[in-house]
């Protein structure tokens, strides 16, 4: 029986008390007077636990997966708001959140941090935060915004050098980071419809265009949402990089770089699996995220992504176990050794 | 036996004469002593015929379409650069460029036109080139860019009342537009690789997102490049619509939206064709295009998506013919008129 893991968990169903904190602290951007301390906001274990139980766990339990790699929800990171010290703080606040959850189950939850990140500001200033929630809370990756500027796309692309000082304590300490935008506030991109997959494509042709990991050979990457468009248009971007005089992407790519299963059909499923190597894909429902409905078509949640495995003729026999569990276990070494220790 | 109708190729082969006016064009934005005229450029029919004949022509030879449907080279449309009056000189040349190649070789190109956008510029400022080019050329569509800007996305959604002048003169002339970006200026997007897909994907969620069709029951947009991201994630769109409490798809958007098959793997076009309705599908290669060198998996062009169809097991008997023909010239009107003129 393999685990099953859910690489791609965002803590969306978190106390409403986090919220009202978070707007007060943009209304103090404009009126420091009124700036919240973050003593201010109180959430006890009790509704840490009841927010969980409710929402995450209880469909966890339905749907059959075991472990959520859970980081806090990508659309309130909203990197664009405010400075540094905004972004820092809120950071603390949501990864600290996180880091409650996993504490309070042990079992089920493994944190991912998100980054203080802020248009225009050098990612080295991340690296603190970073490390926090590496060496004290336990996590086993981050989340990387290739686009705090939300929608505006004013950062230089991934490969660029401004982002290695992250990528150089990703691999000390052999952490992966999940590519991932927060809101858009870009009028022409709805958040989780188009900037999310955009920024998906976006990211795996930057990095085809580059060569970051002749300069990181352990660095790894998860682009979610199945990888955006770059799945289906999987010939352009194999014709794209020969142009390029490019390795193939099995060599310029995919030894760095894996997609998680946030498709939410058959079909779409179905072809990332023929597609893409086995290796490189790793089970993910973002669950409960942008498609909370039930699809008319199939009766069942559209994001319960693991009916889609099951359902799969081209993941079968061992392939499951690595979709499940062992590639999440091996692109995600601190998850392997956490869950060792707990004799998993 | 069907037409074979590529609805979907650009002047990328025009001869070199047109880029070095284009560079002097640009120069002259600096340095207005040394701009161009008109005149200045002169291309001879035969060179026309030379640059049709070695390539575009050459393969729908090699590859069996009879017809290609030919718009100015996308990305040298750079709406970007310069204002108005230097895109509308631009556009004016190129769009007769390919008006004179459809008179050269009346069976086989038939002529769609590029608009003289420019960012911040009301879209109506088109409207004379684009009635120019119906009455005149006989173009039977529009290329229309939702970025102007070259993938800093400054204009509004496609589904905003300032493109409604483009939207009004469209259903007046019986034309669709394909939505077609150009060039990127914005490092973080690769052209071809990320902001012609990331375009495609963000103007199909616009247009989930608005509802520009209850004004315009008869406007009809292509999606190129296989439609972005969008067939891809359908069950993301069909449930993100679902929580907007939008009609089912094929009601909000798929009396009014066409995909193309510009999708350069067997598998792109094997999803593309199970997941949309064949009536929404029209054939394309985009050749001579992005992705111009032979996969080295099957030894045949990437962009020769013939092939794809003629391998489908899923587009076979009187669906096949819609592909080729008749769903583009039910799109087409223009063109359908054209063709029956010439006894086809």
Redesign the interface.
Known sequence: MSLIIDCHGHYTTAPKALENWRNAQIAGIQDPASMPRVIDLKISDDELRESIELNQLRLMKERGSDITIFSPRASFMAHHIGDFQISSTWAAICNELCYRVAQLFPDHFVPVAMLPQSPGVDPATCIPELEKCVKEYGNVGINLN??PSG???T???LTDKAWYPIYEKMVEHDIPAMVHVSTSC?????T???HY??AD??AV??L??GDLFQDFPALRFIIP??G??A??????????A??MKKPLLQDHLLKNVFFDTC???Q??I??LT??IPVDNILFASEMIG????I???TGHY??DTKRYIENSTIVVGDDRHKVYEANTRRVFPRLDAHLKTQGR
Chains 1, 2 share one sequence.
């Open positions: 290739p686009d929608g505006h796309w950062s230089p692309p870009n009028a022409c991109f709805h989780t419809g188009a997959i955009n494509t976006t042709m930057q085809i265009q949402h199945g955006g468009a799945p289906y248009h999987w010939g352009r971007y194999r014709g794209l020969q142009e498709v939410y059909h079909p779409g179905d072809l023929k597609v942008a498609v909370r409905g699809d008319p078509e559209f994001d």
